[in-house]
């Protein structure tokens, strides 16, 4: 197995730790659940740049890297890499970490689409994406 590249050195957009009902019998979580965490970080990523309310319309590329157990501490980085006239495109990454370790891994990763969206959840404009950001 190749080793993971280094973990992002900016604060997650989400940190958690996880926990017995997100898990199988075997105390692996589900992959819905990690699935979860990374949308509601993409999320918070969409409706802070939107300024306002932001729907999911795709996931692209997720794999599962490694398994994430009971107990592990798990940081997902997301960043806003692409907007278009109303969409936005954000990179996820999740990490693991032990809660007694310091080595961290990489579990998974994906791409995901999101929609700026009005009151009555119609498209509307996304600011630009800044320069250098």
Not at 2 to 22: F, L, S
Not at 52 to 74: C, K, N, W, Y
Not at 110 to 129: I, K, N, S, W, Y
């Amino acid at each position: 197995m190749a080793e993971d590249p280094a973990c992002p050195t900016d604060a997650p957009t989400i940190r958690v730790t996880t926990m017995p009902a997100d898990a199988n019998s075997y105390g692996d979580i589900f992959g819905g659940w990690l699935m979860g965490q990374m949308d509601m970080a993409a999320g918070l990523v969409a409706a802070r740049h939107s300024a306002g309310r932001a729907v999911t319309i795709a996931v692209e590329g997720m794999q599962f890297l490694r398994p994430v157990s009971v107990g592990d501490e798990v940081s997902v980085f997301a960043t806003l890499v692409k907007v278009g006239t109303t969409s936005m495109t954000i990179d996820v990454e999740a990490w693991r970490r032990d809660r007694h370790a310091t080595q961290t891994s990489k579990v998974t990763q994906a791409r995901f689409v999101f929609v700026a969206v009005d009151g009555a959840g119609r498209p509307r404009q996304a600011p630009p994406l800044a320069r250098g950001a």
